[in-house]
C-alpha cells in the first residue's frame, strides 16, 4: 500500500502582479490593479468588503472598527491593523 500525502501550503509573493497596496490609516491606496477586486477579511477569514477597482491608482476610505485585516487584490495579500 502506497500512501502519498498533498500539502496544504500555498505560498504567495508580496507583489507578484505588480500591484501595490498601501494603507495610512484608514485610507487604502491601490495602484496597478485596474478592474480587479479588493477584498477585506477579519482574521477569521470572513470576507466583510469588496471593492471594485475601477483606475489605475485609486484610493479607498475603509471605515473599519479596531482589529487586524487581510487586504487581498488578485494574488496580492496584505495584512493590516486598524488602531
Known amino acids: 500500500m502506497t500512501v502519498q ?19 495610512r490609516e484608514s485610507v487604502v491606496q491601490i495602484v496597478g490593479a485596474n478592474g480587479e477586486t479588493l477584498h477585506v ?7 466583510i468588503k469588496s471593492i471594485k477597482i ?6 479607498f476610505e475603509l471605515n473599519l472598527p479596531k ?3 487581510i487586504l487581498k487584490v ?9 488602531r
Open 41 to 47: 477579511y477579519n482574521v477569521a477569514g470572513v470576507r
Open 74 to 82: 488578485g494574488k496580492t495579500v496584505r495584512k493590516i491593523s486598524v
Open 54 to 59: 475601477d483606475g489605475d491608482d485609486k484610493r
Open 5 to 23: 500525502a498533498n500539502t496544504a501550503i500555498e505560498i504567495l509573493d508580496n507583489e507578484p502582479q505588480g500591484i501595490t497596496i498601501n494603507v
Open 67 to 69: 482589529g487586524c485585516y
